[in-house]
C-alpha cells in the first residue's frame, strides 16, 4: 500500500479497527489523568457558566477537552502570538471575517491570507522560554488563532474560559494556565505513545513537504503538529460519547460525506446539487460514496457530498436535536466540526478518513479515502449493510 501523507488509521494494521480500540482506551486515561487535576475548577466552571446564560451546560467532559485544548495551543502558538502586532491582528480578523462572509473574493482573499500569514503569524519569538501566565497572554493567543481562521470553533470555546478567568487574580490566572500548561505537557508525550503510530508521517510532512505551503493560504492548517492531530482524536472519542444518547434520539439522520471519497475527483462524478449538498447518482459501483448512499437508502438516512464543511451548514441554525449528523472528515477538522454543528442545533457523531487524500492541502494527486464501515454501522447501530 502506499505510504499515506500525515496520518493512517490502518498503519498498525490492515483495518482501522485497532484505531479505534485505541482510542477509546487512551480517552479513558486522559479523562481520569485531568479530572483529577481539575475537579473543582470544572465544577466552579459550570457554574460560571450557568449563572452567567452562556449556554445549556455540557458535560463535564467537553469542559475537560476545553482546558486540554488551552494547554495545547497555548503550547504551540503563543511565541507567536505575543509577537502579532494590532495593526496586521486588526486586518487579519477583517480579511477572515471577509472570507467567511462571501465566496467572491475568495481566490484574491487566500493569496492575501497566505501572503500575510507568512509574514505576520508564523514569525515567533524564540527568544524567551516561557511567556508569562496572564490573561493579557491568553488574549493575545486567542487573538492570534481568531486571526489565522483556521479555530474558529475553538476561539469561541476558549472566549468562556477567557471571561471566567478575567475575574480571578493573577496567581489564580496562572496557576490554570500552568496546570493546562502541565497537563498538554503529560498528553504530548503519552499520546505519542499510544497514537503515534497513526501519524508518524506527521513530521515527514512537515520535514518534506511543508515548505511547499508556507506562502499559500493553508499555512497554518498543514503546519499543524502531531500533538493537535492526537487532541482532535480523543476530543471526538469525547464528543461521540457526550452526544450519542440525543443522536440515537433524533428524528432525521444525516451522514455528510467529503468529496475526496468518490471514486471521479473531478467532472466525471455525476453527483447533483441540492440545497443540502450533493446528492450521488451512481455512476460507478467501485465510489465509496455510491455504496453508502444505498446503505443510506436501505436505513432512511441522507447522504449528502459536502465539498466544504462550511457547505455542510449553509441553511444557519435548525430546530434543536431534531437532526443527527455524522460527519466524515480527516483529523484536523473533527473538534471543529462538531463544535460547529452543535452551535447549530444538529447532534452530531463523527467517523474520521482512514487517511487524507485531497490535493487541496496534502498531495499532488487526489486519491479516493475510505473510512471503517464497522465504525459508522456502531454509531447506527446497524448489524447488516
Ligand atoms: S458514484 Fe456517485 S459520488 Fe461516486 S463518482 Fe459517481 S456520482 Fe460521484
Known amino acids: ?39 473543582g475548577l470544572i465544577s466552579d466552571f459550570q457554574s460560571f457558566i450557568l449563572k452567567n446564560n452562556y449556554e445549556d451546560l455540557r458535560s463535564k467532559n467537553e469542559y475537560v477537552f476545553e482546558l ?19 495593526v496586521p491582528k486588526a486586518f487579519l480578523i477583517r480579511l477572515m471575517n471577509l472570507r467567511e462572509k462571501s465566496k467572491i473574493f475568495k481566490v484574491a482573499v487566500d493569496y492575501i491570507k497566505g501572503f500575510s500569514g507568512k509574514v505576520w503569524l508564523l514569525k515567533e519569538n524564540n527568544e524567551i522560554n516561557d511567556c508569562d501566565r496572564t490573561i493579557e497572554n491568553m488574549k493575545k493567543l486567542l487573538d492570534w488563532l481568531a486571526a489565522s481562521g483556521e479555530f474558529n470553533q475553538e476561539v469561541k470555546r476558549l472566549k468562556q474560559w477567557y471571561d471566567y478567568l478575567s475575574n480571578r487574580s493573577l496567581e489564580e490566572v496562572s496557576n490554570v494556565i500552568s496546570m493546562v500548561l502541565d497537563l498538554a505537557e503529560w498528553f504530548d508525550f503519552h499520546s505519542e505513545k499510544a497514537l503515534g503510530c497513526f501519524t508518524r508521517n506527521v513530521n515527514k510532512f512537515l520535514e518534506e513537504n511543508y515548505h511547499k505551503h508556507k506562502w499559500k493560504e493553508d499555512n497554518v492548517y498543514c503546519g499543524r503538529k502531531r500533538i493537535e492531530y492526537h487532541l482532535n482524536m480523543v476530543g471526538a472519542e469525547i464528543m461521540n460519547r457526550a452526544f450519542r444518547e440525543d443522536f440515537l434520539k433524533t428524528e432525521e439522520k444525516r451522514l455528510l460525506l467529503p468529496i475526496c471519497m468518490r471514486f471521479h475527483c473531478n467532472s466525471d462524478c455525476k453527483a447533483e446539487r441540492s440545497t443540502e449538498g450533493y446528492l450521488c447518482t451512481g455512476c460507478t459501483n467501485h465510489c465509496n460514496v455510491n455504496y453508502l448512499t444505498q446503505m443510506g437508502r436501505k436505513y432512511g438516512i441522507k447522504v449528502f457530498i459536502i465539498p466544504h464543511e462550511s457547505a455542510a451548514f449553509t441553511k444557519g441554525k435548525i430546530e434543536k436535536n431534531k437532526i443527527g449528523i455524522i ?16 452551535e447549530l442545533g444538529f447532534v452530531p457523531q463523527c467517523v474520521l478518513l482512514d487517511y487524507c487524500g485531497c490535493k487541496n492541502h496534502w498531495s499532488d494527486s487526489d486519491e479516493a479515502t475510505e473510512i471503517n464501515i464497522s465504525k459508522l454501522m456502531d454509531i447506527l447501530q446497524i448489524s447488516e449493510i
Open 68 to 86: 486540554l485544548l488551552l494547554g495545547v495551543l497555548w503550547r504551540n502558538y503563543i511565541k507567536k502570538a505575543i509577537i502579532l502586532g494590532e
Open 1 to 39: 500500500m502506499k505510504d499515506k501523507i500525515t496520518y493512517s488509521l490502518k498503519s498498525c494494521d490492515c483495518t482501522s479497527d485497532k484505531y479505534y480500540r485505541t482510542v477509546g482506551t487512551f480517552t479513558n486515561e486522559v479523562l481520569f489523568k485531568i479530572n483529577q487535576s481539575t475537579e
Open 327 to 342: 460527519g466524515v472528515a480527516c483529523v484536523l477538522n473533527l473538534a471543529s466540526g462538531g463544535w460547529k454543528a452543535k
